[in-house]
C-alpha cells in the first residue's frame, strides 16, 4: 500500500474513533446555582467549569487575600447565608461553605504565588427534586423521612 494511502486510512479510522464520544454534560445556568452570589472585591473572571448539576467559578482579586476571606466571612454570616464551614487548609488556603434557602455555596480563597493578589473559587450545586448536597459536599438522593413513633 502506497504511504499516502496508508495515512489517509489511518487518520479514516482515528476521526471515526474520536467522533464516537457523546458530548459533554452541559451546565447548568449561572443564575440557578448562583442566584444570591457575593462576589469578591476588584474581581476579575479566569474560568468557568462545570458538569449537569454543579458549577465552578474563578475569580482574580486585586485585593489581598485576607481582606477577601474577611469580605466572605461577613457576606456569608448574614442575610440570606449562614456560614457552616470555615477551615484553614495546610496549603494556606481558606474553605468556606454555607447555606441558604437554596443552593449552598463552597468558597476557596488563596494567595497568588506573586502576592499581586487573591484567588477564589465559587462553586455551587443545583439542588432540587431528588437531589441533595450536604455539608461535606456528597451529593445524592435525599433520606427518605422516617416514620414518626
Known amino acids: 500500500m502506497p504511504p499516502t494511502r496508508l495515512y ?25 446555582v448562583f442566584p444570591n452570589l457575593p462576589l ?14 454543579a458549577l465552578q467559578l474563578t475569580l482574580f482579586s486585586a485585593t489581598k487575600a485576607d481582606a477577601v476571606t474577611d469580605y ?18 495546610p496549603d494556606g ?25 487573591t484567588m477564589v473559587e465559587l462553586s455551587g450545586a443545583m439542588v432540587g427534586k431528588g437531589k441533595g448536597i450536604d455539608s461535606v459536599g456528597r451529593s445524592g438522593p435525599k433520606p427518605a423521612p422516617q416514620p414518626k413513633k
Open 72 to 89: 466572605y466571612r461577613n457576606q456569608l454570616s448574614g442575610g440570606k447565608w449562614r456560614l457552616v464551614g470555615d477551615v484553614k487548609r
Open 40 to 53: 469578591p472585591p476588584n474581581s476579575k473572571f479566569v474560568s468557568r467549569a462545570g458538569s449537569e448539576d
Open 8 to 32: 489517509l486510512s489511518l487518520v479514516c479510522v482515528l476521526l471515526l474513533g474520536c467522533g464516537s464520544d457523546s458530548p459533554p454534560p452541559k451546565p447548568p445556568d449561572t443564575f440557578t
Open 93 to 117: 488556603s481558606v474553605a468556606l461553605y454555607a447555606e441558604q434557602d437554596g443552593p449552598p455555596l463552597w468558597v476557596r480563597i488563596w494567595p497568588t504565588s506573586d502576592s499581586a493578589g
